[in-house]
């Protein structure tokens, strides 16, 4: 297992080989934002130790690896020429354009004259009759369902304070100190059923495995949910969730399944 980060995280404690890359001030990139904004980012001051950019590390492995020839790239302006070359509506953006445009340039971006598709399908949409068509979806039921041994759903999601796996935002304070640990949601109604007080630990439970997290009685959520963040190792919430998939997008049902839950003894 080869890991490539900017910090260690749980994966690279597991990982063979861990390299270190460069963060996003420290190296010269292009990021495409989810509004199809494409940015140049320029590097601000020098990655400190042996950590490279990213696209250094990524050449130097396929090198070692006998694919020198079809990553001979010497900067990531190159490799944003060769995407351009080959994706159409990148075409347009050059390295030099998006380095003089201040905010960057929406694909689609047919033309090095165009000035790019901030909003798409202002006049019609592409359909044969230049209109938005609804799908009907046929409603289907949890894979896992509540029962006397588990009565509760468990659904998780994100605390406002930290991302992902918390890699970055757990190292920062002030987010730290808005919340330190893992927590499961409980309402009040339920957790005076269970004997819960706010801020005792209990053990969650489901058909696939238990944590641990403190509890936290609210009632943002109803009767009968709870509620686990997924950032914090030491309560890992996908020990919990189930991985039966969604027939049509493939993605895991980890927002719906089965759990009980007890004070720790």
């Not at 270190?20 to 320029?42: C, G, L, S």
């Not at 007080?197 to 009685?217: C, F, P, W, Y």
Request: proline fraction near 8%.
């Amino acid at each position: 297992l080869v890991a490539q980060d900017i910090f260690p995280t749980e994966i690279s404690s597991l990982a063979h080989v861990v390299l270190p890359a460069a963060t996003w001030v420290e190296r010269e990139a292009t990021h495409t934002w989810i509004d199809r904004r494409v940015q140049k980012v320029n590097k601000v001051v020098e990655p400190p130790g042996e950590a490279k950019p990213d696209w250094w590390i990524i050449c130097r492995l396929a090198e070692k690896m006998g694919y020198k020839d079809k990553f001979d790239f010497s900067s990531s302006g190159e490799i944003f020429e060769e995407i351009r070359k080959f994706v159409p509506q990148y075409k347009g953006i050059s390295y030099e354009r998006l380095g003089n445009t201040v905010g960057g340039i929406h694909w689609p971006c047919p033309s090095e004259d165009h000035p790019g598709t901030p909003t798409m399908f202002l006049e019609k949409f592409n359909t044969p009759d230049g209109l938005g068509h609804f799908q009907a979806v046929e409603f289907k039921p949890p894979a896992e369902l509540t029962d006397d041994e588990y009565p509760y759903v468990l659904t998780t999601g994100r605390s406002m304070f930290h991302y992902h796996t918390g890699a970055m935002s757990r190292r920062t304070p002030r987010l730290v100190d808005e919340v330190q640990r893992g927590f499961v949601e409980v309402n009040p109604e339920d957790a005076s059923k269970e004997g819960i007080q706010n801020k005792d630990m209990v053990t969650l439970e489901t058909r696939r495995g238990s944590i641990e997290a403190e509890a936290k009685v609210t009632d943002e959520v109803p009767p009968g949910l709870l509620f686990v963040p997924f950032h914090f190792s030491e309560s890992l919430a996908n020990v919990l969730t189930i991985s039966v998939l969604d027939p049509s997008a493939k993605c895991a049902e980890t927002k719906v399944c089965a759990a009980r839950l007890k004070v720790k003894r």
